[in-house]
């Protein structure tokens, strides 16, 4: 049994991992999969085969519920954010404006912000980002910290 000193550091340590952020759920950016797959048919879009094929796996909603709830949340710095994950798209001050005012309301209230989605193959280390660009662009290029992100992971030997 966990000491309740043992329970108020990992309380803590919780609160500084997560801090503004909460913990995706449901459908939580399930919209982003339809919207790259279609990009991907038309061209705009070039990524991985292993990545359309998980795509199009969690294009089924059950599926992509059960991906959500078994995924696993890790900080990410400004450096992997910028460099080491696809999908990542324009530096934060040239991304759409609406959308930066949106964020930049959330991060300055105090309501809890959706953490990024990454979707991450554990055999070639691939990471791709599903959703929440602007956020974790505001986070890592602007506020200039650490952001939680919940990494969808899959292996693309067993696709």
């Known amino acids: 049994m966990i000491s309740f000193k043992d329970f108020t550091i990992i309380i803590e340590e919780f609160k500084e991992n997560y801090g503004k952020f909460k913990v995706p759920n449901g459908e939580d950016e399930h919209d982003e999969?339809?919207?790259?797959l279609n990009s991907i048919k038309k061209g705009d879009l070039e990524f991985p085969n292993h990545l359309k094929k998980y795509m199009e796996h969690l294009s089924d909603k059950n599926?992509?519920?059960?991906?959500?709830?078994?995924?696993?949340v890790n900080n990410i710095s400004p450096d992997e954010a910028s460099n080491n994950i696809s999908n990542t798209g324009d530096p934060y001050n040239e991304l759409?404006?609406?959308?930066r005012k949106r964020v930049e309301k959330q991060?300055?209230?105090?309501e809890k912000v959706k953490m990024p989605?990454?979707?991450?193959?554990?055999?070639?280390?691939?990471?791709?980002?599903?959703?929440?660009?602007?956020?974790?662009?505001?986070?890592s290029q602007i506020l200039k910290?650490?952001?939680?992100?919940?990494?969808?992971?899959?292996?693309?030997?067993?696709?």
Request: hydrophobic share 25%; glycine share 10%; charged share 15%.
């Open 107 to 110: 991060f300055n209230s105090n």
């Open 63 to 72: 599926n992509y519920r059960k991906a959500l709830k078994g995924g696993k």
């Open 33 to 36: 999969i339809p919207y790259q």
């Open 145 to 159: 910290s650490n952001t939680p992100v919940m990494h969808l992971q899959y292996n693309s030997k067993n696709l």
């Open 117 to 139: 989605v990454v979707l991450h193959d554990l055999h070639t280390g691939y990471k791709h980002l599903l959703g929440g660009n602007t956020r974790l662009g505001y986070n």
């Open 96 to 99: 759409d404006v609406n959308k």
